[in-house]
């Protein structure tokens, strides 16, 4: 059972590899410096639980790195390396002991939907993109805060979930396929989710990582065809990430993490509100152009 979904995310992770190297040497891109620490710092204490995509997010709208209408295929291919090798360490270690349908169709359903999702996001205006960037961290922020003050469903100790919830959770993951496109990470939602079924938390990374890896390789291979994202930032990212997760699942492996949530919220909240703001003047730039082109053709 594990063999079926290691080696299509082995196999998906060197065509990956493949096809961004060949993009990175095509523009002769050279990974930023900055991109480097950041995700080294990010993937490290992803590894250990706090999460990436909205402390990556939050950086990089502070520092203007990339264009908003750029940010969450960049970050989403920038950490799709290190999530592919966090995804591999957690389903050796823990995925044999999860529901095969369950492990399985919940990857496969996250990977269509990534896939389906990667052109949408080039196609949506960016105060839209903006916006639900914007949600995103919100929700980030809550999760956190939600770690903190023990207020994630406790779960239960299951492994495998009745056929009516399995196919729910394996048609809700469709959903967070599309949305990990728009920078909104796929582990809070399922561990909520999984959890409130009655699955043993500590079973959901395998689904969570291992879903994540196969969709990020996927959805990743598309933005770098289509080509909007910053490739710079991309591969410090990843170059940075690397090493990053197996410093902190074979060397670290645990912290104290409070009240790095607690610092986290507060940025995470505060790159909302920039991102809701900027979403606002863009939403109304836009409506006013319509209005324009409107008394144009009168």
């Not at 995509?53 to 502070?62: H, Q």
């Not at 990977?111 to 205006?125: E, F, I, K, S, Y």
């Not at 492994?159 to 599309?178: D, E, M, N, R």
């Amino acid at each position: 059972m594990l063999i079926a979904l290691l080696i299509p995310v082995t196999l998906a992770m060197i065509l990956f590899s493949f096809v961004l190297l060949r993009a990175a040497i095509a523009q002769r891109a050279k990974p930023n410096g900055e991109a480097l620490v950041v995700g080294a710092i990010v993937n490290f204490f992803d590894t250990l639980g706090i999460g990436s995509f909205a402390t990556t997010t939050a950086w990089l709208k502070f520092r203007k790195l990339v264009p908003d209408r750029l940010l969450p295929q960049t970050m989403l291919v920038g950490l799709t390396p290190p999530s592919i090798l966090e995804g591999l360490i957690f389903l050796v270690l823990l995925g044999v002991q999860v529901d095969a349908l369950l492990l399985i169709g919940c990857a496969m359903t996250l990977l269509v939907g990534g896939l389906l999702g990667a052109p949408l996001v080039h196609r949506t205006n960016v105060w839209i993109v903006q916006f639900v960037v914007g949600c995103a961290l919100v929700l980030a922020a809550t999760a956190y805060a939600m770690s903190n003050l023990d207020l994630f469903p406790a779960g239960g100790t299951a492994a495998a979930l009745p056929l009516t919830l399995t196919v729910i959770a394996i048609s809700a993951c469709f959903v967070f396929g599309i949305l990990l496109n728009f920078g909104v990470g796929n582990y809070a939602p399922t561990l909520v989710m999984l959890s409130l079924m009655g699955m043993d938390p500590r079973l959901c990374f395998p689904i969570m990582a291992g879903g994540a890896a196969l969709t990020g390789a996927g959805a990743s291979i598309r933005h770098v065809q289509i080509g909007q994202i910053d490739l710079r930032i991309v591969l410090g990212l990843a170059i940075g990430g690397l090493p990053a997760v197996l410093l902190a699942a074979f060397v670290v492996k645990s912290m104290p993490l409070e009240f790095l949530r607690w610092l986290v919220i507060f940025i995470v909240l505060y790159a909302a509100a920039v991102m809701f703001r900027s979403a606002w003047h863009g939403r109304k730039a836009h409506r006013a152009e319509g209005a324009t082109a409107a008394v144009a053709l009168d």
